[in-house]
C-alpha cells in the first residue's frame, strides 16, 4: 500500500494521557501502525484502557464504526520495557511523550540517536524544555556540534508542538478532549516533509475524542 506521508511505522514513548493520545491519533486517523513504548507495565495498561474508552465512547456516539474502531486498536502494538527503545528500532518517526526534566529527556534521545535509525525523525512533545538542548543529547560522544556530522544529528530531533499541536482541555472535572491541528514551520531540512505530510493527512480528518472519567 502506498503511504503519502511517508511515515509507515510511529513509535511513542510514554503512555501516559499524551503518549496514548498521540498513539491513538496516529492509529485511527492516519492509519499508521504504532508501537507505543513504556517501561511501567501499570502505566501501558492504563494508557490501553483510556485507548479503549475513548475507542469505545466514539462508536457509541457514532463518530466512527465498531470496524473502524477494531483496526485502530490492531494498529497499536506494545513495546514493553523489558524490551525498551530498542524495540523502537526500525521506526521512521518516534515522539516522546515523557516527564519535562530536561536530563531524562536527554536520556531518552541519546538513547534514540544511538538505537534508532539514522534517519528516523525523532520528535519531542516538550512545551518547556528548549529543543535545542535536547538535540545536543542526539550528538554522538566524541562529535563536534559545529561539524557537519553534529549539525546533522542534531537537525534530526523536532518539536512536535511545531509540526503537530496537540491540545488537551480539560472542560471541567469530568470531561477531557484531545484534537490536533497543524501548525507548519519553516525547515531547511527535507526530513520533515514526511511530518509535515502526515500533520496534513490528520488535519484532513477532523478528529475530537471526548473521555469521560
Known amino acids: 500500500m502506498s503511504i ?45 484502557s483510556l ?14 464504526t465498531s470496524e473502524q474502531s477494531r483496526e485502530a486498536r490492531d494498529r497499536v502494538t506494545i513495546v514493553g520495557g523489558d524490551v525498551g527503545v530498542k524495540g523502537l528500532r526500525d521506526v ?31 520528535a519531542t512533545n516538550t512545551s518547556t524544555i528548549s529543543i535545542t538542548k535536547i538535540a545536543a543529547s542526539a550528538i554522538p560522544e566524541g562529535t563536534s556540534a559545529a561539524s557537519d556530522a553534529g549539525k546533522q ?27 490536533l491541528h497543524f501548525k507548519p514551520r519553516q525547515t531547511h531540512w527535507n526530513g520533515l516533509a514526511p511530518l509535515r505530510s502526515l500533520a496534513g493527512k490528520v488535519r484532513l480528518l477532523p478528529f475530537l475524542l471526548s473521555y469521560l472519567f
Open 153 to 179: 544529528s542534531a537537525g534530526r530531533v523536532v518539536g512536535i508542538l511545531d509540526m503537530v499541536h496537540v491540545v488537551i482541555k480539560i472542560i471541567d472535572a469530568n470531561s477531557l478532549n484531545l484534537y
Open 92 to 122: 521512521d518517526m518516534v515522539v516522546e511523550a515523557a516527564p519535562e526534566p530536561l536530563p531524562l529527556k536527554q536520556t531518552i534521545f541519546a538513547s534514540f540517536a544511538a538505537e534508532l535509525r539514522p534517519d528516523a525523525i525523532l
Open 4 to 48: 503519502a506521508h511517508g511515515i509507515r511505522t510511529l513509535g511513542v514513548l510514554g503512555a501516559g494521557q499524551m503518549g496514548t493520545g498521540i498513539a491513538l491519533v496516529a492509529a485511527l486517523c492516519a492509519k499508521v501502525p504504532v508501537l507505543l513504548h513504556d517501561r511501567f507495565p501499570d502505566q501501558i495498561k492504563k494508557g490501553l
Open 51 to 64: 485507548m479503549d474508552k475513548l475507542l469505545a465512547k466514539d462508536v457509541s456516539e457514532g463518530c466512527i
